[in-house]
Antibody, heavy 119, light 106 residues
Framework: EVQLVESGGGLVQPGTSLRLSCAAS????????MHWVRQAPGRGLEWVSG????????TYAASVKGRFTISRDNARNSLFLQMNSLKLEDTAFYYC????????????WGPGTLVTVSS | DIQLTQSPASLSASVGDRVTITCRAS??????LHWYQHKPGKAPKLLIY???SLRSGVPSRFTGSRSGMDFTLTISGLQPEDFANYYC????????FGQGTRLEIK
């Protein structure tokens, strides 16, 4: 059974950093591209960042480019999102998602982890 | 950036009804358009990919279609478990989602 479990969310102040992790199981992790998608309270879904199987192709949404860094460790079946210079508008549930075939659409989602940026 | 405009933003319907949700792309995304169902507190679920392909395990009452830059998700014979939020998503150029449609029980 495919499982994606996010961790690392919490309450932080504007301008600080946070690192999210996603533990993957039930599939061959390095066969798949992976992404982060977020949902701010009361808002819709927003794609954040994606990484291909060998970290050779990395992309970001304009809203986070230069502040967030996606990475993966295939030996540990893990995906990460380093978030720096956090803003109030980064408050959201962050979902770790599996890409069906490096195609930027998503067949499995984790339950999400909440990041709250507040002073 | 490619924008997706979903309509309606919300919709009330009854069990057994047929409902249609539309997603219009700001530029041609070809068939790189997908539909998700999202219930509060749960992970989103992929329903339709590549405009009209039904994901394995998804009931056949869900159908997707395309006409140019307009895409449609139709649910025929609404079931109680179908009341949720629905999102379209394009993957032609990176990825963007529509703003969502809330489907409520009348």
């Amino acid at each position: 059974e495919v499982q994606l479990v996010e961790s690392g969310g919490g309450l932080v102040q504007p301008g600080t950093s946070l690192r999210l992790s996603c533990a993957a199981s039930g599939f061959t992790f390095d066969d798949y591209a992976m992404h982060w998608v977020r949902q701010a309270p009361g808002r819709g879904l927003e794609w954040v960042s994606g990484i291909n199987w060998n970290s050779g192709d990395i992309t970001y949404a304009a809203s986070v480019k230069g502040r967030f860094t996606i990475s993966r460790d295939n030996a540990r079946n893990s995906l990460f999102l380093q978030m720096n210079s956090l803003k109030l508008e980064d408050t959201a549930f962050y979902y770790c998602v599996r890409d069906i075939g490096a195609s930027y659409y998503f067949d499995f989602w984790g339950p999400g982890t909440l990041v709250t940026v507040s002073s | 950036d490619i924008q997706l405009t979903q309509s309606p933003a919300s919709l009330s319907a009854s069990v057994g009804d047929r409902v249609t949700i539309t997603c219009r792309a700001s530029q041609n995304v070809y068939n790189y358009l997908h539909w998700y169902q999202h219930k509060p507190g749960k992970a989103p679920k992929l329903l339709i990919y590549a405009a009209s392909s039904l994901r394995s395990g998804v009931p056949s009452r869900f159908t997707g279609s395309r006409s140019g830059m307009d895409f449609t998700l139709t649910i025929s014979g609404l079931q109680p478990e179908d009341f949720a939020n629905y999102y379209c998503q394009q993957s032609y150029s990176l990825s963007t989602f529509g703003q969502g449609t809330r489907l409520e029980i009348k």
